[in-house]
């Protein structure tokens, strides 16, 4: 027993040796010529000589302001994360482990990314590397130095995340196979469409609005963009805002998540994008035909394979300093990682394995002067999924569902899952950029993507064809409200001047037409003859309803709490719920908290910063995008996701930009000291929005700070 304890005190005193000495890394800043301007907001505007002294500032901004969320990440993406933080996180270790992330950077890292790339990133690792020096008593040393590698496999995991990778794996672990083996030519399934797998991430439902208009369907003769991507409100991938400038040809602004290198939706002076997550179907599950004589051997093409087996060590942290290391088995056949279950054993195959390039793709877009230029970055298809709407000085615009497609093999339903017997089956490319669905400089005179189907985003006449695509492909054949609302506004109101492009950003109706108002309806429909009273008087509220979620509403907080089911059910893949039941949940849950089924919406739907606690207009799929949780607790709502950082965006008939925007607390993520705390949380429900101060020359007198990192 003394022996025991000794070594476990000996393993104790080993891991808390210093690995990171600060002084080694207290003198980076001396590598990097670059300048953080906080304007009076305390948005970063970072100008280096070249692009990495950008890259070296932009990181120690980011740090200064998100330190504890960039800190934490380090372990995540690594797969180290139980040993940290107990159990609870060795599932994303497995994962990270079991996908071969890591073994695909330490092969490609030096081969696949260009020297400018890994340059930059580098110096962004410094960057942190630095901050961390400056501030050890906030520093884990066991898990810093960070390296190149280490933000090239956050953002690797951090896209496979969003597109919804761990949507299937939930799926594959169920109880029970969710899904039938596709056995080939499906006139039912080619019938009904493409459907994916299903997509979540943290529960929170996922939504996001960017639309456009050419000069020709403006009063003005403007180009016209809302950047508006809908993320949760807080958190690590709640949208930071900062404005990165070299003398190299970098400079732009816009959002991000704390940690990245880039940035993901924002403008240059030249152009703009706005990115909607997509649903395409970008996930195959294969189930293997074991040799029931040898759990090791799947059968393909008539013939046993072996498959290949490690074993994955996942370190967790028991208790106090006592960790405690898994050992889970991890296997790959041809198809890809294979997963044993009580009902099968499966191989999942999925679009974007191995590929690392992901953060070089989107410095080329952050470095694009043009639309050639920007659309060249995307041809590099490095990342799977989400759509873009584009805009640009010269009048341009653009849609693209950017994907990468698999080319499969026709004849099967690949919603369902395939035989793992048939290497014919197994994809090995993808759809050309080019061919994707996109349209660029619509007759239309506007584009508008929120979520929905490729073939549905402008005027008919001007969408991408359905018919020239296979139903093999996956798109996606989903509409949501905010896409019907969009696209009958732009429809009714064209040509549109700035305050109707400004108003449709901010509409808060849902449409006649949407998948809502239709499940609405059915509970409109229903005979409550011999319900209680009190559902009736409840379903009258919602048939009164005017289908608006503006503060004064008094039909909002009833009705949208019963679409909210109904939109979380779809973004989930789940069935329909059951409109009289909802209808029973929601009216009991407004007279227990509130004590009326009809209080106005603002007194129910709140904006929640500190001590500030606002009425905030818009609800779940508005284009007013607001997700709220915590009735059942707190007896209103907390707005958790949807609007956050937001832009409109244009350039007149001369070429002159102007930008406006808006974040939906301030500056400061996580430091309740600050000013910028909750400075912008005010105009944000009062849909007031600034001049970001991109231009320098309009920035010089608004400037509160000028320093180099460390100063």
Wanted: proline content about 4%; overall charge negative; glycine content about 8%.
């Amino acid at each position: 027993m003394r022996l025991l304890i000794t070594i476990v005190f000996l393993t104790f005193l080993a891991g808390c040796a210093e690995k990171f000495n600060s002084a080694d890394y207290l003198q980076l800043n001396k590598k990097y010529d670059v300048v953080i301007e906080r304007d009076h907001l305390g948005v970063p505007h970072v100008m280096g000589e070249r692009d990495v002294d950008a890259a070296f500032g932009f990181a120690y901004a980011q740090a200064e302001d998100n330190w504890q969320i960039i800190h934490d990440s380090v372990s995540f993406y690594r797969g180290t994360n139980a040993a940290e933080n107990g159990r609870d996180a060795a599932i994303i270790d497995f994962l990270i482990k079991w996908l071969g992330i890591w073994d695909t950077i330490e092969t490609d890292y030096d081969t696949q990314l260009s020297a400018p790339t890994r340059a930059y990133i580098e110096a962004f690792a410094d960057g942190i590397n630095y901050y961390a020096a400056l501030h050890p008593e906030q520093t884990n040393r066991n898990i810093f130095p960070i390296n190149g590698k280490d933000i090239v496999a956050g953002y690797m995991l951090r896209h496979l995340l969003f597109y919804g990778f761990d949507a299937v794996l939930t799926e594959i672990y169920a109880e029970e196979r969710q899904r039938s083996i596709s056995q080939g030519p499906n006139t039912e399934a080619a019938a009904k469409g493409i459907q994916s797998h299903g997509v979540t991430f943290n529960d929170l439902p996922i939504g996001s609005n960017a639309f456009s208009v050419s000069p020709h369907f403006s009063t003005d003769g403007a180009t016209r963009l809302a950047i508006n991507s809908h993320q949760p409100t807080t958190g690590p991938v709640a949208w930071y805002e900062a404005h990165i400038q070299s003398n190299e040809g970098l400079n732009i602004m816009g959002g991000l998540f704390p940690s990245s290198v880039t940035i993901g939706v924002g403008f240059t002076e030249n152009l703009g994008w706005g990115a909607t997550v997509n649903k395409p179907d970008l996930v195959d599950v294969y189930v293997l035909d074991i040799d029931p004589n040898d759990p090791m051997r799947y059968r393909l093409d008539g013939e046993w394979k072996t498959l290949e087996a490690r074993d994955i060590d996942v370190d967790v942290k028991v208790f106090g300093f006592i960790n405690w290391t898994s050992t889970q088995e991890g296997l790959r056949s041809v198809h890809g990682p294979v997963l044993r279950t009580d009902h099968g054993t499966y191989a999942i195959r999925y679009a974007g394995m191995d590929e690392l390039r992901q953060v070089e793709q989107w410095l080329a877009m952050n470095k694009a002067q043009t639309l050639e230029d920007w659309r060249n970055a995307l041809r590099m298809q490095a990342f799977a999924s989400f759509n873009f709407v584009y805009a640009d000085r010269e009048g341009n615009s653009m849609f693209v569902h950017n994907s990468l497609t698999p080319k499969r093999f026709a004849g099967y339903d690949w919603t369902q899952y395939l035989p793992g017997d048939d290497s014919s089956l197994i994809w090995d490319s993808y759809m050309a950029f080019d061919d994707l669905p996109q349209v660029i400089n619509p007759k239309s005179g506007y584009l508008h993507s929120a979520n929905q189907s490729p073939f549905h985003v402008t005027a008919e006449g001007d969408n991408p064809i359905k018919a020239n695509y296979r139903i093999e492909d996956g798109f996606p054949t989903r509409m949501t409200n905010r896409a019907d609302r969009g696209l009958e506004l732009f429809a009714e109101l064209g040509p549109i001047t700035e305050q109707e492009f400004y108003a449709i950003k901010h509409d808060k109706s849902f449409s006649k037409n949407s998948r809502s108002i239709r499940f609405i309806n059915k509970l409109i429909a229903l005979d409550l003859g011999t319900a209680e009273p009190l559902y009736q008087d409840a379903q009258q509220v919602i048939a009164q309803w005017d289908r608006n979620t503006n503060i004064e509403n008094r039909g909002a907080a009833l009705s949208s709490c019963v679409i909210g089911s109904e939109w979380l059910a779809e973004q989930k893949g789940l069935p329909e719920p059951d409109a009289m039941a909802e209808l029973i949940r929601c009216a009991d849950l407004l007279m227990a908290k509130i004590g009326r089924l009809d209080p106005m919406w603002g007194d129910v739907s709140r904006h929640v910063r500190g001590d500030l606690n606002l009425p905030v207009g818009g609800g779940p799929d508005t284009l007013r995008a607001i997700y709220g949780l915590g009735m059942e607790e707190d007896g209103f709502l907390t707005n958790v996701a949807g609007d956050g950082l937001y832009y409109l965006l244009s350039w007149d008939a001369d070429g002159e930009q102007k930008i406006r925007g808006i974040h939906q607390y301030g500056a400061a993520t996580l430091d309740k000291t600050s000013p910028h705390y909750a400075d912008q949380a005010q105009d944000y429900v009062d849909e007031v929005l600034h001049d970001p101060l991109f231009n320098a020359a309009i920035r010089a007198d608004k400037i509160e700070r000028r320093y180099r990192p460390g100063e």
